[in-house]
């Protein structure tokens, strides 16, 4: 029969890792400072009325992981983790908001870009 063909065989593993990887994604920090630690909206959040579509039936949820556990035992345990920890201490930095990202790239108020024809005028005094 001979040697069995490898080639092109890759996309099809890639394909399914970027479905799992996609699958997996939560909320962004962003969206839980802004919407989902207000008091009235965590309350909310916290006593879910029961969804047999979501695990543990929406009963146990995370609302600074955007996570939902199958047990009281797992959120629990879930709690004391590192990674609860991490994005608790995560959410305590302000979220940057577009002004901010805008005056990084120096597209704001205080920080405008200067073109080329404002820069030029002053390098010819100074060479005269």
């Not at 092109?8 to 939560?26: E, F, G, K, Q």
């Amino acid at each position: 029969m001979g040697r069995l063909r490898r080639s092109r065989v890759h996309n099809a593993r890639r394909d399914v890792h970027r479905a799992a990887r996609t699958r997996v994604r939560t909320r962004d920090l962003d969206q839980i400072q802004m919407i989902d630690l207000d008091p009235k909206n965590r309350a909310a959040l916290e006593a879910q009325p029961i969804d047999f579509e979501k695990p543990g039936l929406a009963q146990h949820y995370c609302v600074e992981c955007a996570k939902y556990y199958e047990t009281d035992a797992a959120l629990q345990s879930h709690w004391r983790s590192k990674v609860h920890k991490r994005r608790c201490k995560q959410l305590r930095e302000p979220a940057y908001t577009i002004e901010e990202s805008e005056r990084a790239a120096g597209l704001g108020k205080e920080g405008k870009r200067a073109t080329a024809t404002e820069t030029t005028p002053a390098v010819e005094m100074i060479v005269a």
